[in-house]
């Protein structure tokens, strides 16, 4: 029996933001590679979908690490102790081809070889989730050949702000935002008060994120066998 992969996030704060989370897990069933079941909302009701769910399933967050404040706190209170003949993976992270993917939609909004960049997370007070957050950043400078600077629209610092006259002070007059979160949200239209070169889009649409999801699938799924 193939586990149900039960997508996980918040999506009480923005419908536009849910409406991009309901297309992800449109995508990924399309793959047909396992059931999918949507757990979007507050802890009462993600803890409610995943109650609703039988038989094995695997619990995938549908945000990346530093990416989605809301979503990592409500998932620290998704109660999976409870669940029977379950597990459940990471939120996205350092994955290289999501790095390389990034790299490309920079050039492709006109960042150019001498322009510095931000990394710009939502912001989290997880020390592991930082961590990540500067792995990406120091993996995405070694791409590029670029300096890129984190910085943080939500509970952290340095600012997105801080980060680019951070750059721009080093000698960096272009300054590009890599934007590291999954979907859209309220506090993306914050990144377009900017005065930058050019802004990424979040990661998704992109094959690449249901080809890794469905990765982290098949890896977790192991464990319950």
Known sequence: MVPTMVLVADDSRDSQRGKALRGLAEAVAERGEAPVVPAFGNTDEVNAALRGVHGPKVVVPAFVAGGDVDSAHMFS?????????ACHTEPLGAVPSIVADLA?????????????VVLAADGTTNAEERSIVTDVARMLSRRLD??????????????????????????????????????DGPDFDLLDELDVTAITA????????????????????MRLV
Request: net charge neutral.
């Open 77 to 85: 209170e998704v109660d999976l102790s409870r669940l029977e003949d």
């Open 104 to 116: 490309g939609r920079l050039t492709d909004v006109g960042w150019s070889r001498h322009d510095g």
């Open 146 to 183: 670029s300096p890129v600077q984190v910085g943080y629209l939500r509970t952290w610092a340095p600012s997105v702000s801080d980060a680019v006259r951070r750059l721009r002070r080093n000698g960096h007059d272009e300054v590009a935002v890599a934007s590291w979160r999954l979907v």
């Open 202 to 221: 979040p990661l998704w649409p992109s094959d690449l994120v249901v080809d890794t999801l469905l990765a982290q699938h098949r890896a977790a799924k």
